[in-house]
């Protein structure tokens, strides 16, 4: 596995996520790391994978879930500690991925310039542009916590919802197909 430096394009830059002009060491093909923001999205952006994100998003995000699992805990104590050293990178791994999650879940590969255009999108939870834009704007307020965590919650019930309903078990692409 051949490691890469890649710019990140500046359809995934956000001063949260990344700034632009960011550069990263990428592997080929490794997608699901939830500490690398956007990878697979960025991959394919680049041409390093033709693995459509959004066609694997069945078996991605639950790996990705459970890294979700890990950065929550590690949150949970930061907060109720009121030790924010450190708050803020983990803060930007979840928002990362709740947004990639919601353009997976539309069929769309990432791109932060959506973020205002959720609430028209067919799947994603209420009020989802608004909540994205609130955790944005202070990704190190214990509210901003709390609301991550309830997005990601309802993306989570959304997403198996719509496993179940389309019966899927490899292409959620299909979820934002019409039958």
């Known amino acids: 596995m051949a490691e890469r430096m890649v710019e990140i394009p500046h359809?995934?830059?956000h001063p949260v996520v990344y700034k632009k002009g960011t550069i990263i060491s990428v592997v080929r093909d490794k997608t699901t790391d939830l500490r690398v923001p956007f990878l697979a999205d960025i991959l394919y952006m680049e041409g390093l994978t033709d693995r459509f994100p959004p066609d694997h998003a069945a078996r991605d995000i639950p790996v990705m879930l459970n890294q979700w699992t890990s950065i929550k805990e590690i949150?949970?104590?930061k907060f109720e500690q009121r030790q924010l050293n450190g708050a803020e990178e983990e803060m930007r791994f979840g928002i990362a991925f709740a947004i990639q999650?919601?353009?997976?879940m539309n069929g769309k590969t990432v791109d932060m310039e959506n973020i205002q255009h959720f609430d028209q999108w067919?799947?994603?939870p209420v009020?989802?542009?608004e909540r994205i834009q609130f955790i944005l704007s202070r990704p190190v307020l214990y509210h901003s916590y709390v609301q991550l965590?309830?997005?990601?919650?309802?993306?989570?019930?959304?997403?198996?919802?719509l496993i179940?309903?389309?019966?899927?078990?490899?292409?959620?692409?299909a979820v934002n197909k019409e039958d």
């Open 164 to 173: 179940a309903i389309k019966g899927i078990r490899k292409a959620p692409s």
């Open 101 to 104: 999650w919601i353009h997976w």
């Open 149 to 161: 965590c309830e997005l990601i919650e309802e993306l989570e019930k959304q997403f198996y919802k």
């Open 127 to 129: 009020n989802c542009s």
């Open 122 to 124: 067919k799947v994603h």
């Open 11 to 13: 359809r995934f830059c």
């Open 75 to 77: 949150l949970a104590d």
